[in-house]
């Protein structure tokens, strides 16, 4: 076994476990480049170092300086960038775009964050809302306060994004004033433990503010104490399990689930072929089948289209699609990798088939074989970009049930109206985001109206901010990411919606000079 162990870095020092665990394995080619394991690794101890040490050192500073801390972490990330992105490309089966992609938005987050925290100045209690006189008298006064708890934030992060959902989580914790242990999924981790070698090796945070798990999580859960928090992305299945273990239910540890979503685009009836608008949709229709292969929980996965233009919008996606380069990342004028591990490729190809029953292959599809550029034959996780249409919008099911987590995504034809298209995007039982690509105000309104409680995040596409907008499936730092039932119920990021998720709201009650005494 040549390929480099991963250590994680549990208590001040890294460690690596005593059996020789499972690969890490690049995708476009097959070959093993590292391996991970956490067997005999003391889990417990290391969230209790972080809880004691960790925690202190970060109470001790004002919102400012742990900004601060956030800003050292962004400057050394971005000094290993070029190499943070060549282990996403190794690892990930991720284009140098899609690379990019998660790293950048990882030191975009943090920098958004340092920005937060400079902005909050130098306290250590965040008010919540004005206060409120509570008796006849204003002497007795009210005021909630935010203030962090005291344990640890276990952050366990999906396989897509090893960079961007570390940062996301680990900015809002820190700036909150809780330690982090993450634990990455092990088939992508090398991204993950190269970034935290990078901090570690940078000295930027304090001891015990950041631990790494690389491999299973062993006792992870077990260990959990009630001061702790449990932020956690991933698919469903996993969520349901963390969010039932019995120490996080007998405990009521708080989980954020971040799961599955059958995002939408609805095209309003106003969008013509060739106008502004319709490029935007094309545009990002487009990059979400197909950014990260599809692998993105924002990607859109259902398609309305009013059924007048459905034909010209398939033959302008077709065009679109087609042009895709897929291929080793290696290879520079590839623009779309392979899936990232052997069971994704399995699960994709069983997610089409099951789509199969209710759709008919506009493009791509699981019987045409792969052309894939900078690799020989057979080799590599690679799956087609595949175009499906509904046969019956009325009577589909699979396609408001089941997330494909790849380059596939189904049209499905509806009448035009926004009371229609409300009700089949609520079909999809919640989702991170849909997008409403539109000019017309009428038809925006009743689709806001109809789609917003189903939804976290509402994209209102206008042919207006063609040129002025990240997509739908970028996930800002300054706007909440989560949504509704199956997307998990959770919610990040948004400025400091998603720091007070590690921090326990109290409300004061007392004499009110006091009260402002020893909260400003
Ligand atoms: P997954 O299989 O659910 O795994 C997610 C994470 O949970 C991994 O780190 C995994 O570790 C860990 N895990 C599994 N069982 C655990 C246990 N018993 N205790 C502690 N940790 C455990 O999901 P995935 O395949 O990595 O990610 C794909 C899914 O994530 C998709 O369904 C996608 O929609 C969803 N996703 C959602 C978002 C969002 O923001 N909503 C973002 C990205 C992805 P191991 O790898 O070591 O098993």
Redesign the pocket.
Known sequence: MSEPRLESYLQGRWAVGTQKG?PLVNPATEEVIAW?DTSGLDIGGALEFARVRGGQNLRDLSFKERGKLLGSMREALHGAREALIDSAMLNGGCTRGDAKFDVDGAIGTLAAYAELGESLGDVDVLLDGEGVQLGRSPKFWGQHVYLPRRGVAVL??????PAW?FAEKAACAILAGMPVVT?????T?HTAHLLTKVLVDANVLPEGVMSLIC???GE??ERLASQDVLA????????R??RQ?PVVVEKSVPVN?????LNAAVLGPDAELGSDLMQLFLRDVVTDMTQKTG????AIRRIFVPAATCDGVIEALKERLAEIVVGNPAQKEVRMGPLA?Q??LADVKEGTRRLREESEVMFGGADQPVKAVGVAEGTGYFFPITLLKSRDSAKSALVHQH?V?GPVATIVPYDGTADQASELVARGGGS?VSSIFTDDKKFLKQAMMGMAPYNGRLYLGSGKILDHTFGPGT?LPQST???PGR??G?E?LGGIRGVQHFMQRTSLQGYRPLIEKITT
């Open positions: 499972s991970t366990i992060n999906a396989f897509n994004f959902g634990k990455p999924a092990s088939a981790s491999g299973a999580p992870l859960l956690f992305t991933g698919s469903a299945v996993t969520g399990r963390l273990h689930v971040e799961a599955d979503s692998q993105k929980c924002t591990t069971q994704q997330e987590f991170l996930v990411h989560g949504g997307a998990g959770g990040e």
